[in-house]
């Protein structure tokens, strides 16, 4: 007698996980004629106006870890040090069954990364002078390669530095950095995003990329405080591209990083005149919509190079926000990061294929609980 088997939930979810167990196709040349397809065997996808995905403690779990930390004057070079509180972390998400407007904390939702015009003492000095800051860093650290997207908007209060960026130490370091007080000067040449690799020169020279090639600044065609935008870097083995709404804005081949690492997003000042300025005469925030990451994993170099795999490897658009989707199985995938040439659209596996797929498994827990039952296993 054949019963009917009700599926526990987290069987269903580990077969949506595993939509994409070939990994995820980016285009890494969408500005070219020829799209070079890059394949990556992870992701981290977060949409902050939506799902809590942050924690305030060492809990493990969410994809994202609030930082807590103190840097004095002298360590931070400028006059100022930096207080990472994580009061100043606040996730103002969209009211349930919202597509818009505030979010529950007031403000734009999303997550809002404050830096504070009050500033504080630190242990040893009572003199006020660090700058209360907010720092988020992924629980991922093995991080190695990858396209890297966040939907920002900052903040148009002079003073502060707000980045996205990837590190692994001093000298292996990929910023998206925005200067609020170069929002104020759109007279003398508009709004601009500095784009940054912190290498083994830039260490040299007292950190101080703008003294290498490594170092960047792109004019952008609109005010980053006055909307969202996505700012996305791929990291790929020979270069770094850098993407602003999807238009290539920039690339670097020297020094490139070759250790793993996290992704961080942060909002700072140190008063440095040269750079962050401020302190800000007001609190300022930054607000990051969402952050879509696909990378590779140093964990990855256990796998054997040239394995096939005949699940499904996912596209992901170029388009702002869009999800990845699913495509025909590709027998060639290695499980690590392969680059093709193509100017053709896999065809999206249809959901009769995917059905038909999870047939057999479905069929194999069946039987296997029918002879549990009748005393056969």
Not at 86 to 107: A, E, I, K, Y
Not at 209 to 216: E, I, L, M, P
Not at 281 to 306: C, I, R, W
Request: aromatic share 10%.
């Amino acid at each position: 007698m054949l019963r009917l088997l009700l599926l526990p939930a987290s069987f269903l979810a580990q077969r949506t996980l595993a939509a994409c167990g070939c990994g995820y196709a980016i285009n890494t040349r969408p500005s070219s004629t020829t799209s070079e397809q890059t394949i990556f065997t992870q992701s981290l996808q977060t949409d902050f106006t939506r799902t809590e995905d942050v924690t305030w403690d060492s809990s493990p779990g969410p994809n994202w870890r609030v930082q807590a930390y103190n840097v004095t004057p002298a360590a931070s070079r400028g006059p100022y040090g930096k207080a990472a509180d994580v009061r100043n972390v606040v996730w103002s998400q969209l009211p349930p069954g919202s597509s818009g407007g505030q979010g529950v904390h007031g403000g734009d939702p999303g997550l809002q990364l404050w830096v504070r015009s009050q500033r504080m003492s630190d242990d040893d000095d009572s003199s006020g002078q660090m700058v209360p800051m907010a720092e988020v860093v992924s629980t991922r650290n093995d991080i190695l390669y990858g396209s890297f997207r966040a939907s920002m908007m900052s903040t148009a209060v002079s003073g502060t530095c707000a980045g996205f960026f990837f590190y692994h130490n001093d000298s292996q370091e990929i910023d998206m950095e925005i200067l609020s007080r170069q929002t104020q000067d759109v007279d003398q040449g508009g709004w601009k995003i500095n784009l940054i690799n912190q290498s083994p020169a830039s260490v040299l020279s007292g950190y101080n990329a703008a003294n290498t090639s490594g170092f960047g600044v792109y004019g952008l065609s609109f005010n980053p405080a006055g909307v969202y935008a996505e700012y996305r870097f791929d990291w790929l083995p020979d270069r770094i591209d850098f993407y602003i709404d999807g238009i290539l804005a920039w690339n670097i081949t020297d020094s490139v990083p070759t250790s793993p690492g996290a992704i961080h997003l942060i909002h700072w000042s140190n008063g440095d005149p040269g750079w962050s300025a401020g302190p800000p005469e007001q609190d300022a925030v930054l607000t990051v919509s969402y952050v879509h990451a696909f990378f590779n994993s140093s964990e990855d170099g256990t796998k054997p190079m040239g394995a096939p795999c005949d699940d499904t490897t996912c596209s992901v658009p170029d388009g702002l926000g869009s999800p990845p989707q699913p495509n025909v199985p590709d027998p060639n995938a290695t499980g690590l990061a392969t680059s093709t040439s193509s100017t053709s659209t896999p065809t999206q596996r249809s959901e009769t294929s995917k059905l038909l797929s999870s047939i057999p498994l479905l069929w194999c827990v069946i039987v296997g609980l029918e002879l549990l039952n009748d005393g056969w296993l």
